[in-house]
């Protein structure tokens, strides 16, 4: 699985390039949803208060972990599509990697802000991304010491730049734990699922979701 994870970095060190903390031209290459199924009605700086959802019997699925990230206070629809988010969701073609393997990241925006990294398989070209359902969702920032909070984004209610206990509390104890790295497994597959990274102030700066465990084999 620390290959995995690694998978994961190095796609999206080459994202962060050229995308976070940077806003760019809004209109040049960039694909913007249509439909309405998420809206948000909060300010940055008005959030709603996020009732933590309770640990499942016998622990999380990856289908139950998902539902517990809000953007903007609002849940997203596992599985999704860009163009199936709502209006103010964008991607951006200049920070769009895709390699020869057909493998991709993009960043997720709302309303120009960078929430998240979308990860798929099986892309050829950018105008395909947006019908595409992603197989992980992850959050990263070049230094893991930089300023990493993102108030739009939470996970059962908690923000980026939690402690560990924080983490514990609303998700509970960790299936895998080490002083870099909280992993939570999915108790029907027995596969890692969900990854909390920690950093050198013990603080979560870096969130992975595993939506679909058939699309990529690590080995």
């Not at 925006?109 to 892309?123: K, R």
């Not at 909280?182 to 990274?197: H, N, P, Q």
């Not at 595993?210 to 690590?218: A, C, H």
Request: aromatic share 10%; net charge negative.
């Amino acid at each position: 699985m620390k290959k995995l994870i690694s998978i994961l970095s190095a796609m999206v060190v080459l994202l962060s390039m050229t995308a976070c903390g940077k806003n760019g031209d809004e209109s040049k290459n960039t694909t913007t949803t249509t439909t309405t199924s998420i809206t948000t009605s909060q300010s940055e700086n008005e959030q709603p208060e996020i009732e933590p959802l309770p640990v499942p019997e016998g622990g999380w699925t990856a289908e139950e972990l998902a539902k517990t990230i809000r953007i903007n206070g609002e849940l997203i629809s596992i599985p999704f599509t860009i163009d199936s988010l709502g209006e103010g969701y964008t991607i951006k073609e200049e920070d769009t990697q895709i390699f020869d393997s057909g493998a991709c990241g993009t960043h997720l925006y709302y309303n120009d802000e960078a929430i998240l990294t979308a990860e798929y398989v099986d892309i050829q070209s950018f105008d395909q991304i947006i019908s595409k359902e992603p197989w992980a969702l992850n959050t990263y920032w070049e230094d893991s010491l930089d300023d990493y909070y993102n108030d739009a984004l939470t996970f059962n209610g908690i923000h980026l730049g939690a402690t560990v206990d924080e983490v514990e509390e609303v998700y509970g104890e960790a299936n895998q734990k080490s002083d870099t790295l909280l992993t939570y497994v999915d108790k029907k597959t027995g596969e890692d699922c969900l990854f909390f990274r920690i950093n050198d102030r013990e603080e979560v700066y870096c969130v992975i979701l595993i939506l679909k465990f058939d699309v990529i084999k690590i080995k």
